[in-house]
């Protein structure tokens, strides 16, 4: 978002793709265009053209529009796609159009990966954590709210560091306690939608620390989204690999195909369990893939007597 801001203040770029995997950061790219194009009257001067709207005469008939009062107007390509023999015209419309429209790509599913070698590229991936706190504050501040150093790092680490998760619980924790200007841990316990993959972090330690009463309530909570088991049996096959493992974790993160993050918090939950201790747990999830795929066992009871036995481990 830096370099999108640096750029607009140069100059404003004919086609913007906008690629990553934040969606908040999407809609803040086209505001930020948005703003730089100085759109007055948006229902005049911004066309949106969805996967229902959206072809090439559709696209060429938006781009020859001529603003009216502003001096530009956009297009905006949300969520289409575009066949494989339209790509090359699609690409020579964009490239011919007038200097006072701007199109801005919202690409959700990477369907417009073509337009990156000639047309301005912004990615709209998660950003770093420091940035992250930042923006958390700023929003906060604007709220009349704080928050705790403690309880800051568990939202970014619940919501795996996404802004459009961040800022939807954060909507929910400024209405929480209207008397408290502070947001605590405790705030952050009651009230956040914890992603599936912080609550296998959560579950590991609990497990690591033979806290069966939180591992059993986290399993609780876990065991209605479907696919749980096959993510708790690949996280600890992590933990395993990591733990016999001498690569560092760039090599290792690149090997698993997973970010760097996480072998760093595989890392760190391993050092709870002994090799011998990790070798015994992959064992005996192998043994419970077979029942469950079998349907020899249901996967809610594999994953109850999992944590029964790694607690006994």
């Known amino acids: 978002m830096k370099t999108l801001k640096n750029r607009l203040k140069e100059g404003i770029a004919s086609v913007y793709l906008v690629e990553g995997d934040d969606f908040y950061l ?55 796609n575009v066949k494989e023999a339209e790509k090359k015209k699609m690409e020579n419309i964009l490239l011919k159009i007038p200097k006072t429209t701007c199109v801005v790509v919202l690409d959700y599913f990477k369907n417009f990966e073509f337009l990156k070698k000639s047309f301005t590229f912004v990615d709209a991936g998660k950003l770093d954590k420091e940035t992250v706190k930042k923006l958390v504050v700023a929003y906060l501040t604007r709220e009349g709210k704080q928050i705790s150093g403690e309880a800051m790092e568990t939202l970014i680490e619940a919501t795996n560091g996404y802004l459009t998760k961040i800022i939807n619980e954060l909507q929910k924790l400024v209405c929480y306690d209207l008397d408290n200007s502070l947001i605590t841990q405790k705030m952050i316990d009651d009230v956040v939608v914890k ?31 479907q696919g749980v088991f096959s993510l708790i049996s690949n996280h600890f096959r992590r933990l395993f690999y990591v733990s016999i493992s001498e690569q560092n974790n760039r090599e290792l993160a690149s090997l698993l195909n997973v970010k ?31 029942k469950v795929k079998s349907g020899k066992m249901l996967a809610q009871n594999a994953l109850h007597l999992l944590v029964f036995n790694i607690i006994n481990v």
């Open 26 to 80: 999407f809609d803040k790219a086209l505001n930020m265009i948005k703003n730089a194009c100085g759109i007055t009257l948006d229902d005049f001067n911004i066309s949106v053209l969805t996967d229902e709207s959206f072809n090439l005469d559709a696209l060429f008939n938006a781009c020859e529009m001529l603003p009216m009062a502003d001096a530009k107007r956009i297009v905006v390509i949300k969520g289409a």
């Open 195 to 225: 992603d599936i993959e912080f609550s296998v972090f959560e579950l590991t330690e609990a497990l690591s620390k033979k806290n069966g009463d939180k591992a059993l309530n986290l399993l609780k909570l876990m065991e209605k989204d």
């Open 260 to 290: 760097e993050y996480a072998i760093v918090k595989a890392r760190e939950l391993a050092r709870g369990f002994s090799k011998a201790q990790l070798r015994k747990i992959n064992s005996l999830l192998e043994e419970l893939d077979y």
